[in-house]
């Protein structure tokens, strides 16, 4: 081939390469953009709003001044309900995929199911606790919430479970059988204990991801005006609020959205940031 | 578990001091409480993992069984009906189901180069100590609660988007005979295409983080024999790096898209909620999440609520195939890679 044809093809390539380059570097730029975007447009808009009546006033009628009280203590009541049904029963179930039945079929069938709850839509959630809590007791309730919130914790901790569990050396199960310590004792005073890091963190990320939901809580937890701590009763909660305020017409409102949306976001980067913090590096899932 | 109270009980059972019978006893009894915890705690664990499995069917079931009476009354015209009319009670999902699918095809359009081009920079490009700060940020996108992209949608991002690039779209592509009506209609911030870009931001963290895992598992092996034969960075992920993980981006991009399909707070702010199927993607639309989210609350009668369910039982169903498509391509690429 002659030398000039060589040269070109070869320019060509350098070309391609240094397009693809640049490509690569603007879409990073772009993607870390957006997070600067968001989180400075946050900061500007719910910063100003941020004081102490925000965390000790209720939410206010329109027109007047308030806080987020209410809402904040009502994620938090849910948010513990949540975690107080959900965890125990993704445990056990993901103890059962890493410890007894590793290989069998059920666990395949599980683990398939689970990965799909992992992403399925949440608002399909809500109306499936609509249709088996709400709609039989006839009325809107806290615990409708926290159970649909439940709901979409099980995956996250079933998940975070058998993989922690099944990062723990088999060496470790052998020798706590060689001492006839029983199945049961080895995996909850050795195992667990090993992947206890692993297991926190998915917990962790399992109340970051709740902590914003607003979807499930539309129709089983609705909102409430009021303080009110009767889980029987329509509980208010932050991304509800935040939902309803943002899209109402009055601007004292839609301030106390932002800021709630600053609250929100604030806590759950502090959770995802912590949860990632306590895996060691090179093992994030 | 209470390990004050267990320990004991394991002392009695391994001393193995059973000569005296009183000691034998009690150490045959311990034996078998152990053996009763291990069998109860055996078949807890087993029932919480068929829990999961009931978990799914309980929500195909209550779906079906409350979308029964829509169902029945309109039959399969409501996949294709046009209507919404909760005043005369009739209802079609299709304006719905369109702009679910075409905000989500809009969404992958830009997410999926895009993440596959940050994936490239984080593992061929990035310095080493740079990589995990940047994997960590744009991991916290995807932590950022859907409800917040909502309403930084609708105050900043959807009045920028009306001031600037739709009517340069309107003006340019508007146009453009054919693709023209595409891009027509007055500016209205909110809308299709709006839609679509929110999805576009929220989903690429999932692209960009599991492409990235992808092709960290390539074989340094392959890579090093490429750029050997003097290829530059671009060739070895275009022809060596994309080949082999093929199947796990592609799983990529369907994990992404069914979280696409059922996004739905985000959607809800900027989507505009109007039932009709407009040919411009400047103009408002609906899906079927959003649908949900706005009406649901406020739905009267057993038929309104009827069809928003069978609404929820469609984008069950879709969501499904898409992410069992993805489960099923990512496991085969993480049995590749073993």
Sequence with gaps: MPDKILASRYSGRRRNNAVATVLAFAATALGLGWLVLILGALLWKGFSGLSVAVFTEMTPPPGSTGGLLNPIVGSLILTTLAVLIGTPIGILAGTYMAEYGR?????????????????????????????????????????????????????????????????VPNSLREAATSIGLPRSLAITHICY???????????????????????????????????????????????????????????????LAWTGALIITLAVLALSISARALIPSGRQS | MQPARRQPVVDMAMSGQGFVPAEALARTRALDRLRLGD?????????????????????????????????????????????????????????????????????????????????????????????????????????????????WGLFIFAPFLQATLQPFLINTLGNVPGIGALFAGPPYGIGILTSGLILAIMVLPFVTSITRDVFEAVPSVLKEAAYGLGCTRWEVVRNVVLPYTRVGVIGAVMLALGRALGETMAVTFVIGNAHRISASILAPGTTISATIANEFTEAVGDLYTSALISLGLILFVITFIVLAIARYMLMRIERRIG
């Design chain 2, 39 to 151: 069998a109860v705690f055996r078949q807890l664990t087993r029932a919480a993992a068929i829990g999961v499995l009931l978990l799914l069917s309980g929500v195909i079931i209550s779906l079906i069984d409350g979308s029964l009476p829509a169902l029945r009354t309109f039959g399969f015209g409501f996949l294709v009906s046009e209507r919404w009319n909760p005043v005369t009670d009739n209802y079609g999902a299709l304006p719905a189901i369109y702009g679910t699918v075409v905000t989500s095809f809009i969404a992958m359009l830009i997410a999926v180069p895009v993440g596959l081009m940050i994936a490239f920079f984080l593992t061929e490009l990035c310095p080493q100590w740079l990589r995990r700060p940047i994997g960590i940020a744009i991991e916290l996108l995807a932590g950022i609660p859907s409800i917040i992209y909502g309403i």
């Design chain 1, 193 to 255: 204990r090993a992947a206890r890091a692993g297991m926190v963190t998915g917990v962790l990320l399992a109340v970051a991801r709740i902590s914003g939901e607003t979807a499930p809580l539309l129709f089983t937890s609705l909102n409430n005006q009021f303080w009110s701590t009767n889980l029987n009763a329509p509980v208010s909660s932050l991304p509800v609020v935040i939902f309803q305020f943002a899209l109402s017409p009055y601007k004292d409102w839609q301030s």
């Design chain 1, 103 to 167: 290989y069998d079929r059920l666990s395949s069938v599980v683990r398939f199911i689970n990965d799909i709850l992992l992403s399925a839509p949440s608002i399909v959630v809500g109306l499936f606790i609509y249709e088996v809590m709400v709609a039989p007791l006839g009325h809107f309730s806290g615990y409708a919430g926290g159970v649909a919130l439940a709901v979409i914790v099980i995956p996250v901790v079933v998940r975070t479970t058998e993989d922690m569990l099944t990062l």
